[in-house]
C-alpha cells in the first residue's frame, strides 16, 4: 500500500472518529462546570489538559496496535482480519443509526449506561486541576473504545504499511483534535457553552447519520483496497 494511500485512509479514519460526540461532550460539560468556578485562563488550561487525555488515548492505542500487527502478522494484517475489521465497522455503523444517542429531544446523551454517564458527568462538575482535566480527557475516550476498536485497527494497519509512520499518526491526532480545538477556539472568541450545546442537540440526527455513513464508508474502504 502507498504512502498516500495509507495517510488517506489514516485521514479517513480520523474524521469517522472525529465525528463520535462522547469526548466533544465531555468537553462541553468540562467548560459549563468550570466557567462558573474559575477564572477564564485557568479554564482554558483545564480545556486543553482534556483535550490532550483525549488524545493521548487514541495515541497509545494506534502505537500498541501498530505493534500487535508487526509482531503478529509480520507486517499488513491477513486477509481473513480485513474481513473482521470491516464486520466490527459495519456493526458500529448500525449502533451510530440506530442506538448512539438515547430518545428524548432535549438531549444528547449517548449510548452509555447511565451509571457511567453519571459518573463522568460528576467528574467534569467536581474537575479543578489539570490532572483531573487530563484524565478526564482519557477516561471520555476510553469509554468508546467499543466504537473505536476498528479505527485504531485500521490506524495500526495503516502505521504498519507506511514509510512515514510519524506523518501519518500527526495526520491521524491532528483531525481527530479538530472537533475539541474547535470547540475551545469558538469558548475563547465568545461564543456561549449553552449555545453550543443548543446547536448539538439540533444537529444530532444529522451528526449521527453522518457519522454511521462514515463507519460504513470506511469499511467499504478497506475492503476495496485491502480485502479484494
Known sequence: MSDLLSIATIALAGI?????????????????????RHRRRKTRYLAKSYIWGALTISFLAACAGAFLIERL??????????FVISGILLASAVVMWLLYYRRG??????????????????????????????SLGMLSAFVELPLTIAI??????????????????GVYL???AIPMVTLKLRIKTGRNVAEIQ??????KAFVRIISGTGFAVLAAFILTYWGL
Open 105 to 134: 429531544r432535549q438531549t444528547t446523551q449517548t449510548w452509555l449506561p447511565k451509571s457511567l454517564t453519571r459518573y463522568i458527568t460528576r467528574r467534569a462538575n467536581g474537575t479543578s486541576d489539570n490532572i483531573e482535566a487530563f
Open 16 to 36: 469517522v472518529q472525529a465525528s463520535l460526540q462522547l469526548s466533544l461532550g465531555g468537553l462541553v460539560l468540562l467548560y459549563h462546570s468550570s466557567m462558573g
Open 198 to 203: 443548543r446547536w448539538r442537540i439540533r444537529n
Open 73 to 82: 502478522f509480520k507486517g499488513a494484517v491477513a486477509r481473513e482480519a480485513v
Open 152 to 169: 485504531y485497527a485500521v490506524v495500526a494497519n495503516c502505521l504498519v504499511t507506511t514509510t512515514q509512520p510519524f506523518i501519518a499518526l
Open 174 to 176: 491532528a483531525v481527530v
